[in-house]
Every structure is written in C-alpha cells, then in structure tokens.
C-alpha cells in the first residue's frame, strides 16, 4: 500500500464547477496535512493546511479531514481555468516525515 | 529576496562534471530540505537538516553530497551524476517543531544530465 494515495488524473470538470480532489493515508498517527498546487513547470506552492477533523474553508477552497477514515480531501468551488495544475496532498507522518502523493492533475475546461 | 530562492534555475551537466545547486531561504526557518522530483513520481526527499545537523539521509547515492553551512543556505553538490538523475530539484524550508512544520518552495532547479 502505498503511504499517500490520490487519483493521478487527469481530472476534467467545467468551468464553475465543484473540483473533488481525494487523498488516503497509511499512517494513523498523522496530524498535519496539506494541500500543495504545482503548475506545470513550477514548484508546489501551499494551498491549505488542516490538523483537525472536520472542514476548513478557505475562499474556494475547502479541505476536509477524517482521521478515523484515514482521509483527506480537498474541494474548489467555482472551478476557473488557472485552477488547472497538478494538487499534491502531503502527510506529515508520526516521526516528522513528510509524505506526498503523487498528485492529481485537475483541468478546468472554460 | 523573499520567501526561499535557488541557483542556478536549468543546468545541464555531463556524466563527468562536479556543479552544485544553491538554495536560501529568508523566511527564518530553522529546517531546510531537498526533495527529487521526476517525472510521473511522487516528490522525492533526499536530505533534511535541523538546526543545520544532518537529521535524514533518504538512502541517497553518494554522487549526491549535502552541505549546510548555516541555517539560510543549504547546498547540493554533485559529481558523476547518471543520466536518471535528471529531474527537478527542489528546495524547501521550514520552522521545525511549529504548529504543523509547513514546509514552503523554492522555484527548483532543472536538472539535465547527459
């Protein structure tokens, strides 16, 4: 089993749209979790951070987490085109390693 | 400069060449890190320093030789490198032992080895 799973993608949603982007994890222990966005030939840059379960909005972006279900999920309303970029979910493990997925690539058609 | 920042942007090296990527950070943070990232892969940690020790060595060939000289710069020599070791070579920074440890970017090297 891998230690931090997502979708490769590509996922394709219309402009306006919900974007559900899903995210599993190995570890139980874990408590921090993140969201990246990395365009294409660029460098992951932070989206969310979450550390308690429940639901953390942020503008359009929302991240859930549910540490019994080992998951975490991250959902953008209102989908535009400059949302379409590869999402790395990233889990800080019990020992202090990071872990990330390997991405989902999101394409946001206009 | 602000936020964390890496020289040179591209390089491309042969088999034989010794080059060394730069990274600093201006963020303050205690803790710097070099991830891999390759093609289709996840993100790859390589190195992690704390309070400028060496605290992780992800089993990372000896071709690749970390140096930490303080804690706002971090350096990755390279030497004899293979050609599947081109890929894109990240930096990252963070305050360890803060709330959730967030770890921020620098723009990353491209990395091309004939």
């Known amino acids: 089993q891998k230690e931090v799973e997502q979708n490769s993608g590509p996922l394709s949603v219309p402009e306006g749209a919900i974007a559900s982007l899903n995210c599993t994890y190995s570890d139980r222990g874990s408590q921090s979790f993140f969201w990246y966005r990395q365009y294409s030939g660029k460098s992951p840059e932070l989206i969310m951070s979450i550390y308690s379960n429940g639901d953390k909005e942020d503008g359009r972006f929302t991240a859930q987490l549910n540490k019994a279900s080992q998951y975490v999920s991250l959902l953008i309303r209102d989908s535009q085109p400059s949302d379409s970029a590869t999402y790395l979910c990233a889990v800080k493990f019990w020992g202090g390693k990071l872990i990330f997925g390997q991405g989902t690539e999101l394409s946001v058609k206009p | 400069e602000t936020g964390v920042t890496q020289t040179p942007r591209h390089l491309v090296m042969g088999m034989t060449n010794k080059k060394s990527l730069k990274c600093e950070q201006h963020l303050g943070h205690n803790a710097m890190y070099w991830y891999k990232q390759s093609a289709k892969k996840p993100l790859e940690l390589m190195f992690v320093y704390s309070l400028e020790e060496r605290v992780e060595n992800n089993s990372v060939p000896s071709r690749f030789s970390p140096e930490c000289p303080n804690s706002s710069h971090l350096f990755l020599h390279l030497h004899t490198l293979q050609p599947e070791d081109s890929a894109l070579y990240l930096c990252?920074?963070?305050?360890?032992?803060?709330?959730?440890?967030?770890?921020?970017f620098g723009p990353g090297t491209r990395l091309t080895v004939l």
């Open positions: 990252a920074s963070s305050q360890a032992q803060s709330t959730g440890d967030t770890q921020y």
